[in-house]
């Protein structure tokens, strides 16, 4: 008797790594959805799985392994075709430009190499990604696999994704001289620093996104922003 498959529980990390898959365009990888374990598998003639390629071979009826769709070239121009017309805040001669771009063979490496000259590709990777995430919720949605209020959770977990991810970044870009950072990692320099401990910032490097600290030696080190939180306040 064949099992109903059953709803996936939804997380960012797996929904991020169907979107990755479906925009894999290797033909030599083919990714599945594993329903029962909810993760996403990889097989190609580079994996040395040899079980998990049996298990999917012979899940003929797709009720734990169902191949994830990859996006075409079709599919990738309308993309750029969407972002472009919805850039209302451009200019008519910039967006004519770029709707030029995408046209005929080689679109999609012209089109970014245009997106970093006229200073869109940051709004572009934001696009993209937000599209994806629709893309995949349908998907899901299309294989009975979430409900509609899940579809609006995955959407939720999004943005609250890009909310962590948009102060992290500004915390980052604040981490400038006389202010205060605390330890959140100190993975590679344990005898440096430690975790929950707050430091004094004496100097940046914006270009390799480091700081200049007195580190628990009592010596000032240069050392990654990553392993930092902002606190807001300053010595």
């Not at 937000?130 to 977990?157: A, Y």
């Amino acid at each position: 008797m064949k099992q109903e498959k059953k709803t996936l529980d939804l997380s960012n990390s797996l929904l991020e790594d169907i979107a990755m898959a479906t925009n894999d365009n290797n033909y030599e990888m083919e990714w599945y959805l594993d329903v029962q374990d909810g993760k996403t598998v990889l097989i190609s003639d580079f994996t040395d799985d040899d079980e998990m390629r049996e298990l999917v071979e012979n899940d003929l009826d797709e009720e734990r392994f169902i191949p994830i769709p990859v996006k075409g070239p079709a599919e990738g121009w309308h993309e750029m075709e969407q972002f472009i017309l919805s850039r209302d805040d451009q200019d008519e001669k910039t967006q004519n430009l770029l709707l030029t771009i995408i046209k005929g063979k080689g679109a999609f490496r012209r089109f970014k190499d245009a997106l970093y000259d006229v200073g869109l590709h940051e709004q572009w990777f934001g696009f993209k990604d937000r599209q994806d995430r629709k893309d995949v919720l349908n998907w899901l949605k299309s294989r009975n696999l979430i409900t509609d209020e899940d579809m609006d959770r995955g959407m939720m977990l999004y943005e609250e994704t890009l909310a962590i991810r948009k102060q992290r970044e500004e915390g980052i870009a604040n981490m400038i001289t006389g202010t205060l950072v605390k330890c959140i990692s100190n993975n590679g320099h344990t005898h440096q620093l430690t975790i929950n401990k707050t430091y004094e910032v004496f100097d940046e490097q914006k270009q390799h996104l480091n700081i200049k600290i007195k580190d628990d030696r009592d010596k000032r080190s240069w050392l990654p922003k990553s392993h930092f939180e902002l606190l807001n306040r300053t010595k």
